[in-house]
C-alpha cells in the first residue's frame, strides 16, 4: 500500500519515486532544523547534527549514500590530523577526485536529466564542506598580516572535534543541496558565540517571517515549474519540428528552456534557505543598531529577481548559487592571484572550469562554464564602455546599460542549453540553430575591447598652490 501511495503520489507531480522520496526527505529538513534548537547540549547538538542528517541520506538514497559520504569526510579529517601544511591542497586533489569517480560511475547527469535521483548531488555539497575546513585550518598556522580578510575570518587554530566535524558536515540535512557554510561559523552558531550570543539588550533573532516568506517562495517556485516544464521539454531541441522553426522562434525557446529549468532551481535553494533560518544558522546579523530586524544572508542562495533582471553578467555569481559562487571566489580564484597582481581571464576561467568539473564531467557542463567565463568578460568591457561616457552623455550611458542587460540575456539563456542537454550532440544542434549566437557575440565583444581600449573617467583635481 505504502509503494502504491507513492507510485500515484509520484504521478500526480510527474516525478519518479525516487525524487519524490529525495523531495520529501528534504522538505523534511526544516522541521528536523526546527528541532535542533530544543537540543540541550553542545555534544547533543553535534550528535543530532550528525544523526539526522545520516538518517536522512539514509531514507533519501539508502544506506550506500552514508558510506560515499564517509570517503571525502575521512580524507579531510585525515589530512588534518596527519599533515596539517597540506591538509587543504590533499583534501582538494583527492576530494574531486573521489567526486570526479562518483559522478562517471553513476552518470549522474544522465540521471538527473532524465528525472533520476542519486547522492552525487549531496557529495558535491559535502565536497565543497571538508574542502573549505581542510583549507582554513591549514590557513590557521599562517602569519594573520599575510591573509585576505576571509580568511582572517574563517581560519582554524584548533583542529575539531571529530563529532563536531561530522555534525558540520552532515548538519541536519544541510548538504542535500546546501548552502555551503563554514566550520567556524558552524561551532559559534552550536555554542551560541559570535553573532549569535546573546545581545546586551537580551535579544535573539526570529526566524519565523523569513522561513514562511522562503517557503511561499518555494511553493510559487515549484507551481511555476510545473505548470512551464510540460510545455518547454528538453527533447524538443533534436526534434524535426524544431528544426523547422524559424531563428527567433528558436531562439525564443532556448530562453524559454532555460527559464524554466531555473525554476526548479529556486524551488531547491528556497527550502534549503527556510531550513537553515529555522535552524538559525541562517543569521548574519542585524540589518540596524536598533535589531529590530535581523538579516538571513548566510541561508540565500539565490536572488531570483537579481538572476531575471541582471544588468550584467558580472552579477550573475552575486545572485545565483551565491555560496557556491562565494565559495569558488575564497578557496579557487583569490587563492591562483599572485600577490601584487590583479585576476584576469586566467583567473576566472580556471575557476569556471573548477565549477565545470564540479558538476561532473560532461561536455555540457565544460561548454557552459567555458562560455560564462567568455560571457562575464565581455560583460565588464561593455562595463568599461559605460564608465568612460562622460556623465553628461547620460543618455548613451543609459543605452550601454540596455545593451549589456540584453547581451546577459541573450548569451546567458543560449549557454545555458549545454548545462541542461548534457551532451556534445545535443548542445551543438542547440547552438547551431541559433547561428552561434551566444558564442560569436562574447568573442566580438572581447575582440573590441583590445581594438577599442578605454580608460575610466576619473573627476578632475586642482593641483595645489
Same mark, same amino acid.
Given at each position: 500500500?505504502?509503494?502504491?501511495?507513492?507510485?500515484?503520489?509520484?504521478?500526480?507531480?510527474?516525478?519518479?519515486?525516487?525524487?519524490?522520496?529525495?523531495?520529501?526527505?528534504?522538505?523534511?529538513?526544516?522541521?528536523?532544523?526546527?528541532?535542533?534548537?530544543?537540543?540541550?547540549?553542545?555534544?547533543?547538538?553535534?550528535?543530532?547534527?550528525?544523526?539526522?542528517?545520516?538518517?536522512?541520506?539514509?531514507?533519501?538514497?539508502?544506506?550506500?549514500?552514508?558510506?560515499?559520504?564517509?570517503?571525502?569526510?575521512?580524507?579531510?579529517?585525515?589530512?588534518?590530523?596527519?599533515?596539517?601544511?597540506?591538509?587543504?591542497?590533499?583534501?582538494?586533489?583527492?576530494?574531486?577526485?573521489?567526486?570526479?569517480?562518483?559522478?562517471?560511475?553513476?552518470?549522474?547527469?544522465?540521471?538527473?536529466?532524465?528525472?533520476?535521483?542519486?547522492?552525487?548531488?549531496?557529495?558535491?555539497?559535502?565536497?565543497?564542506?571538508?574542502?573549505?575546513?581542510?583549507?582554513?585550518?591549514?590557513?590557521?598556522?599562517?602569519?594573520?598580516?599575510?591573509?585576505?580578510?576571509?580568511?582572517?575570518?574563517?581560519?582554524?587554530?584548533?583542529?575539531?572535534?571529530?563529532?563536531?566535524?561530522?555534525?558540520?558536515?552532515?548538519?541536519?540535512?544541510?548538504?542535500?543541496?546546501?548552502?555551503?557554510?563554514?566550520?567556524?561559523?558552524?561551532?559559534?552558531?552550536?555554542?551560541?558565540?559570535?553573532?549569535?550570543?546573546?545581545?546586551?539588550?537580551?535579544?535573539?533573532?526570529?526566524?519565523?517571517?523569513?522561513?514562511?516568506?522562503?517557503?511561499?517562495?518555494?511553493?510559487?517556485?515549484?507551481?511555476?515549474?510545473?505548470?512551464?516544464?510540460?510545455?518547454?521539454?528538453?527533447?524538443?531541441?533534436?526534434?524535426?519540428?524544431?528544426?523547422?522553426?524559424?531563428?527567433?522562434?528558436?531562439?525564443?525557446?532556448?530562453?524559454?528552456?532555460?527559464?524554466?529549468?531555473?525554476?526548479?532551481?529556486?524551488?531547491?535553494?528556497?527550502?534549503?534557505?527556510?531550513?537553515?533560518?529555522?535552524?538559525?544558522?541562517?543569521?548574519?546579523?542585524?540589518?540596524? =543598531? #536598533?535589531?529590530?530586524?535581523? $538579516?538571513?544572508?548566510?541561508?540565500?542562495?539565490?536572488? /531570483?529577481?537579481? +538572476?531575471? @533582471?541582471?544588468? %550584467?553578467?558580472?552579477?550573475?555569481?552575486?545572485?545565483?548559487?551565491?555560496?557556491?559562487?562565494?565559495?569558488?571566489?575564497?578557496?579557487?580564484?583569490?587563492?591562483?592571484?599572485?600577490?601584487?597582481?590583479?585576476?584576469?581571464?586566467?583567473?576566472?576561467?580556471?575557476?569556471?572550469?573548477?565549477?565545470?568539473?564540479?558538476?561532473?564531467?560532461?561536455?555540457?557542463?565544460?561548454?557552459?562554464?567555458?562560455?560564462?567565463?567568455?560571457?562575464?568578460?565581455?560583460?565588464?568591457?561593455?562595463?568599461?564602455?559605460?564608465?568612460?561616457?562622460?556623465?553628461?552623455?547620460?543618455?548613451?550611458?543609459?543605452?550601454?546599460?540596455?545593451?549589456?542587460?540584453?547581451?546577459?540575456?541573450?548569451?546567458?539563456?543560449?549557454?545555458?542549453?549545454?548545462?541542461?542537454?548534457?551532451?556534445?550532440? =545535443? #548542445?551543438?544542434?542547440?547552438? $547551431?540553430?541559433?547561428?552561434?549566437?551566444?558564442?560569436? /557575440?562574447?568573442? +566580438?565583444? @572581447?575582440?573590441? %575591447?583590445?581594438?577599442?581600449?578605454?580608460?575610466?573617467?576619473?573627476?578632475?583635481?586642482?593641483?595645489?598652490?
Amino acid at each position: 500500500m505504502g509503494s502504491l501511495d507513492m507510485d500515484s503520489m509520484a504521478a500526480s507531480i510527474g516525478v519518479s519515486v525516487a525524487v519524490l522520496r529525495f523531495l520529501l526527505c528534504f522538505v523534511a529538513t526544516i522541521p528536523v532544523s526546527f528541532l535542533w534548537r530544543f537540543v540541550p547540549s553542545r555534544l547533543g547538538k553535534h550528535i543530532y547534527a550528525a544523526a539526522s542528517g545520516a538518517f536522512l541520506s539514509y531514507l533519501s538514497f539508502g544506506f550506500s549514500s552514508n558510506l560515499h559520504f564517509l570517503v571525502p569526510m575521512t580524507i579531510g579529517y585525515a589530512s588534518m590530523a596527519i599533515h596539517r601544511p597540506l591538509s587543504g591542497f590533499i583534501t582538494f586533489f583527492l576530494g574531486f577526485t573521489y567526486l570526479i569517480g562518483c559522478h562517471v560511475f553513476y552518470m549522474s547527469g544522465d540521471a538527473w536529466k532524465e528525472g533520476g535521483i542519486d547522492s552525487t548531488g549531496a557529495l558535491m555539497v559535502l565536497t565543497l564542506k571538508v574542502i573549505s575546513c581542510s583549507i582554513n585550518y591549514n590557513d590557521g598556522v599562517l602569519k594573520e598580516e599575510g591573509l585576505r580578510e576571509a580568511q582572517r575570518k574563517n581560519r582554524l587554530i584548533g583542529m575539531p572535534s571529530l563529532i563536531e566535524y561530522f555534525g558540520y558536515c552532515l548538519c541536519c540535512g544541510s548538504h542535500f543541496a546546501g548552502p555551503v557554510f563554514e566550520m567556524k561559523d558552524y561551532l559559534e552558531w552550536t555554542e551560541g558565540k559570535g553573532i549569535w550570543a546573546v545581545s546586551e539588550k537580551g535579544k535573539r533573532p526570529s526566524p519565523y517571517g523569513a522561513m514562511i516568506r522562503a517557503i511561499f517562495q518555494a511553493a510559487i517556485c515549484m507551481a511555476l515549474y510545473l505548470y512551464l516544464v510540460p510545455q518547454f521539454p528538453l527533447t524538443r531541441f533534436t526534434e524535426p519540428v524544431y528544426q523547422e522553426w524559424g531563428f527567433w522562434k528558436r531562439f525564443g525557446y532556448q530562453y524559454m528552456a532555460g527559464f524554466t529549468a531555473r525554476w526548479k532551481y529556486y524551488f531547491i535553494w528556497s527550502i534549503s534557505e527556510a531550513s537553515i533560518i529555522i535552524s538559525g544558522l541562517g543569521f548574519s546579523g542585524w540589518a540596524d =543598531e #536598533t535589531q529590530t530586524k535581523a $538579516k538571513w544572508d548566510r541561508a540565500k542562495n539565490v536572488d /531570483i529577481l537579481g +538572476v531575471e @533582471l541582471a544588468k %550584467s553578467a558580472v552579477q550573475i555569481p552575486l545572485y545565483w548559487n551565491i555560496q557556491v559562487s562565494t565559495w569558488l571566489r575564497h578557496y579557487v580564484y583569490e587563492r591562483i592571484v599572485k600577490p601584487g597582481k590583479k585576476a584576469g581571464f586566467f583567473q576566472l576561467l580556471a575557476t569556471q572550469t573548477v565549477s565545470a568539473v564540479w558538476h561532473g564531467l560532461y561536455p555540457g557542463y565544460i561548454i557552459f562554464f567555458v562560455q560564462s567565463a567568455l560571457m562575464i568578460d565581455g560583460s565588464k568591457a561593455i562595463y568599461r564602455w559605460q564608465q568612460a561616457i562622460p556623465p553628461k552623455m547620460a543618455t548613451l550611458r543609459n543605452v550601454l546599460v540596455l545593451i549589456n542587460f540584453l547581451y546577459t540575456v541573450v548569451v546567458l539563456n543560449y549557454s545555458s542549453v549545454g548545462f541542461m542537454v548534457l551532451s556534445l550532440h =545535443e #548542445t551543438i544542434i542547440a547552438f $547551431k540553430s541559433v547561428y552561434y549566437i551566444g558564442t560569436v /557575440i562574447p568573442v +566580438v565583444v @572581447l575582440l573590441l %575591447s583590445y581594438l577599442v581600449p578605454v580608460k575610466p573617467l576619473r573627476p578632475k583635481t586642482r593641483k595645489e598652490e
